[in-house]
């Protein structure tokens, strides 16, 4: 009854408000006499209107530039992750992206395509979207620099980074000495060109050698702290004499450039001496509440604006006040961390990408047509290596360096990516740089950057240590390894009890080692407090079940990857992750096109195309889990977790003969762990399986209340209802569900196991 009362007076309201709109419309076009409105004439039929206005609205600015949008980001991913597979930074595939949608590529053989997304008119509404990018990634790279390592380890850092300048600096001015009567756009001043090309030469990306150093796990050793050091320095002197270069270019002469270098001093001084405190006290104040309110994220915000605003005034590039903006900011490491995450997945994931491809299709490679262009820009490549790589070591070397250390720290500084391409987008854009000297110049900045990954490899096996197995080493390839990955502490709680339920009476034969994961992106700025936070809680519960634990922590750009290269590679017997259920499961988006937690996983779509998985598959997992499933070499425990809070009732049930290799691991809990297992023959596969009957009797002779088989026809919700743990194949477990769906809402956690 209220069903029908709620429908009436939905339909009421609804068809009389509607009645009362036409009745005013209709008699208000009464009121259109005497006004001379003119009726719209057109010669084209409903539909040739429908068309006119559908083509309109798609050459709208708007429109244009949100298919921009969504194009440049699809196409940045897409290159990313495949940057990520081959062991590049995401940012080479970007920048790549950025190239490819450009006239090299794109424009050149699909001119149409390309005039249609990128016309000229719609450039520069992408421009000015990139810099507003540029200026949130530049905050974002300020506030991620550590002043306080800067004093701590600032000697040998000062002159390694200061020699990484002066080096290829001095290199580039002599090069520009060669190259500018060919390339120098006309009217440009020399000291202008070579100003520009020294800087350019030595410019080192900060934000990407920092997660290289990361992701290869080398950030606590000597030569980790000390390169992050080198490059924070070599970041803030760098950016100091681009804008000193900047007011040089736009003043016209040095004597006029002294003026403003003036300003920006002043500048400077008051940004330290008058805005850093306010700062500092509004930050120390939002900690103390726990959080950072909308108003202090406006306060910050509005200082980073007017910041940029002065600098871009005075004469030193609006991204300056954004990078000093960021420096300047509370040195509280979890309230930098908290503010970096609110600015950086916009400013990373959506601008930046609008950065690379308006410097791609800035970059025309089709200009270098002549055989002698190449083979300036192998000159430049060498200028850029030479100076940076080479001044590097020679100066790690000489401050007291191995040889070791010492190339790879050249390596490393030599990294210039996204921070090149910003110097060269400002010479372009100051009509410093002309576009042949351009487009040499991004190729110089992708291999540099390209190659620091190859060079860091070819170092450590040219000087690669001989390493030795101890006896204790030996011994444990004998125990039954346990490693569970995890990148939440209760998730890792969890994890921990169902591995010391299987192994807790043979501690002496056995090992659980528990794996940390996090993403680059997320503890760029705050590593030794994330592992800390998350690894501690980990350790307190392995004392409260009386259980050593082995601990590993690893910074990464590809975190399932990983977990399988670390799985595979290290001869472990079994792996414990956590899943969570895919938002598409069931839908065609889920089945068809791979989409599972993520907008499109491309791992799942090769997977798919090298047969190792079904297109039709049931299983409702996320994406990650289903790459480890599919790629990981040893058994594999998918646990969903629906609170457990103990696993002393332990169900099993059995679809096919495969499910066998179920059986050592329900011995072992029962064994270590005192679990009580019901074994449920699903379609009479242990009762025409003999080696099956025989280990549940070898288990009853040594634990005879401790397991019990039934018939599928014998389970009742009140049975589920009292289980702690599914301990289940993967194939029967999508079989179970696709038999039994009535069951789901009953069923307790899940281990699923793949063999």
């Known amino acids: ?408 720290i050249g390596a490393l500084m030599n990294t210039r990516g996204l921070m090149e391409l910003v110097v060269l987008n400002i010479g372009l854009d100051l009509g410093v740089l002309s576009p042949e000297m351009f487009a040499m110049m991004v190729i110089m900045a992708l291999v540099t950057t390209f190659m620091t990954g190859p060079s860091l490899d070819l170092i450590n096996k040219l000087f690669k240590d001989k390493g030795t197995h101890s006896k204790e080493d030996i011994g444990l390839k004998n125990k039954f390894k346990i490693l569970f990955s995890f990148g939440h502490p209760a998730q890792g709680k969890k994890l921990l009890q169902i591995g010391n339920a299987l192994s807790k009476k043979q501690t002496n034969n056995s090992e659980i080692t528990g794996m940390l994961f996090g993403s680059s992106e997320d503890v760029f700025s705050y590593e030794d407090s994330y592992e800390e936070e998350n690894l501690t809680p980990i350790i307190e519960e392995s004392h409260a079940l009386n259980r050593k634990i082995f601990t590993l922590f690893k910074v990464s750009s590809d975190i399932e990857s990983d977990i399988v290269e670390i799985s595979n590679g290290r001869n472990y017997d079994l792996l414990l992750v956590s899943a969570n259920e895919s938002i598409y499961h069931g839908t065609f988006l889920g089945r068809v096109l791979g989409f599972t937690t993520r907008i499109i996983n491309p791992d799942m779509l090769l997977d798919t195309f090298r047969g190792k998985e079904n297109i039709f598959d049931n299983t409702p997992l996320d994406d990650n889990t289903r790459h480890i499933l599919t790629n990981v070499k040893i058994p594999v425990g998918v646990f969903i977790d629906k609170n457990m809070e103990k696993i002393d009732n332990v169900i099993l049930p059995v679809y096919t003969k495969e499910d066998i290799f179920l059986m050592e691991f329900a011995q072992k809990l029962i064994h270590n762990n005192e679990s009580q297992l019901i074994i449920v023959d699903m379609d009479h596969q242990v009762e025409n399986n003999f080696t099956m009957k025989e280990l549940i009797r070898s288990i009853e002779q040594v634990k005879p209340n401790h397991i019990s088989l039934i018939e599928k026809s014998d389970i009742t919700l009140e049975i589920l209802d009292r289980q702690d743990l599914v301990l289940i194949s993967q194939e029967s477990w999508k079989r179970l569900q696709d038999a039994r769906k009535k069951w789901t809402k009953h069923l307790p956690s899940m281990l699923i196991v793949k063999a």
Not at 2 to 18: P, Q
Not at 134 to 150: C, N, P, Q, R, S
Not at 183 to 203: D, H, K, N, R, T
Not at 277 to 297: D, N, W, Y
């Open 1 to 408: 009854m209220g069903k029908f009362k709620n429908s009436l007076f939905y339909v009421t309201i609804i068809g009389g408000f509607s009645a009362l709109i036409y009745w005013i419309i209709t008699n208000g076009a009464l009121l259109e006499q005497g006004r001379n409105v003119a009726a719209p004439v057109s010669n084209l039929s409903q539909w040739g209107e429908f068309i006119n206005n559908l083509a309109a609205n798609l050459h709208h600015p708007l429109a244009i530039l949100l298919a921009q949008i969504v194009a440049i980001v699809l196409v940045a991913k897409v290159f990313g992750w495949f940057c990520t597979k081959i062991g590049q930074p995401t940012v080479i595939g970007e920048m790549i992206a950025g190239i490819v949608l450009g006239p090299s590529l794109v424009g050149m053989y699909f001119p149409e395509f390309s005039a249609m997304l990128f016309p000229d008119s719609s450039m520069g509404n992408l421009k000015i979207l990139s810099q507003i990018g540029l200026i949130l990634f530049m905050y974002i790279v300020g506030m991620e620099l550590d002043l306080k390592v800067l004093k701590n380890k600032a000697h040998d850092a000062v002159v390694i980074s200061h020699a990484s300048i002066v080096f290829p600096f001095a290199l580039g001015i002599g090069l520009a000495y060669f190259v500018y009567t060919s390339f120098a756009p006309e009217g440009v001043q020399f000291a202008s060109f070579a100003l520009f090309v020294g800087i350019a030469m030595s410019i080192t990306a900060f934000p990407v050698l920092a997660r290289i150093v990361q992701e290869r796990g080398i950030q606590k050793t000597k030569v980790g702290t000390v390169v992050i050091t080198c490059a924070a320095a070599d970041d803030i002197t760098a950016w100091c004499i681009l804008a000193a270069v900047i007011a040089i270019v736009k003043a016209g002469s040095f004597a006029s450039s002294l003026y403003v270098m003036a300003l920006a001093v002043a500048y400077v001084f008051i940004m330290l001496k008058v805005v850093r405190p306010f700062l500092v006290r509004v930050g120390e104040l939002s900690m103390s509440k726990g959080g950072i309110s909308k108003s202090e994220v406006a306060i910050f915000l509005v200082t980073l604006i007017i910041s940029a605003y002065c600098t871009e005034v005075i004469g030193i590039h609006a991204l300056f006040g954004a990078f000093m903006a960021g420096a300047i900011m509370p040195d509280n490491e979890r309230f930098r961390h908290m503010f970096i995450e609110k600015v950086e997945d916009v400013s990373v994931t959506l601008f930046l990408p609008l950065f690379f491809v308006f410097t791609g299709l800035r970059t025309e490679i089709g200009l270098l047509n002549e055989a002698h262009l190449w083979q300036i820009t192998g000159l430049i490549i060498l200028v850029a290596v030479v100076g940076k790589f080479v001044g590097s070591a020679v100066a790690a070397k000489f401050v007291g360096q191995s040889w070791k250390d010492s190339l790879t």
